[in-house]
């Protein structure tokens, strides 16, 4: 997907193309609830929901920087190198990986420009 493409995306949806994309976690619903996303990480089971906000398991890094960090880290541990600024620009938050100058992406949530960099990285790595 392009970035115009990503931008229109709900947060969702980039939540769990992050998950699956980035992370390489399978995914699959709740039973319970329609709107519940769970997670099936290395060694954990984790989740995201717009209603429930599962307390223990919740994975969000549009809003938590631990979690966008891992982002990161998944990356960096395939070689790929990560970059970050913020500028006195609209929107001032820019965030890229080496794979590919075409990794650049500007948000005004740091957190969504680094997801935004993340799966335009993931798209550069030779299958
Ligand atoms: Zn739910």
Same mark, same amino acid.
């Given at each position: 997907? *392009?970035?115009?493409?990503?931008? %229109?995306?709900?947060?969702?949806?980039?939540?769990?193309? %992050?998950? %699956?994309?980035?992370?390489?976690?399978?995914?699959?619903?709740?039973?319970?609830?329609?709107?519940?996303?769970?997670?099936?990480?290395?060694?954990?089971?984790?989740?995201?929901?717009?209603?429930?906000?599962?307390?223990?398991?919740?994975? =969000?890094?549009?809003?938590?920087? *631990?979690?966008?960090?891992?982002?990161?880290?998944?990356?960096?541990?395939?070689?790929?190198?990560?970059?970050?600024?913020?500028?006195?620009?609209?929107?001032?938050?820019?965030?890229?990986?080496?794979?590919?100058?075409?990794?650049?992406?500007?948000?005004? =949530?740091?957190?969504?420009?680094?997801?935004?960099?993340?799966?335009?990285?993931?798209?550069?790595?030779?299958?």
């Amino acid at each position: 997907m *392009n970035i115009d493409e990503l931008k %229109v995306l709900s947060d969702d949806a980039i939540i769990e193309k %992050v998950a %699956v994309e980035v992370m390489g976690w399978r995914t699959r619903k709740s039973k319970t609830c329609k709107w519940c996303i769970i997670f099936q990480a290395e060694d954990d089971e984790l989740g995201y929901c717009k209603l429930c906000r599962l307390p223990s398991c919740y994975w =969000n890094p549009l809003t938590d920087w *631990n979690h966008t960090m891992e982002v990161v880290a998944r990356l960096k541990k395939k070689g790929i190198d990560f970059a970050f600024a913020s500028y006195e620009l609209e929107p001032p938050y820019t965030a890229t990986f080496n794979i590919s100058r075409d990794s650049l992406v500007s948000d005004a =949530n740091p957190r969504r420009a680094i997801c935004f960099a993340a799966l335009r990285a993931v798209s550069f790595i030779p299958v």
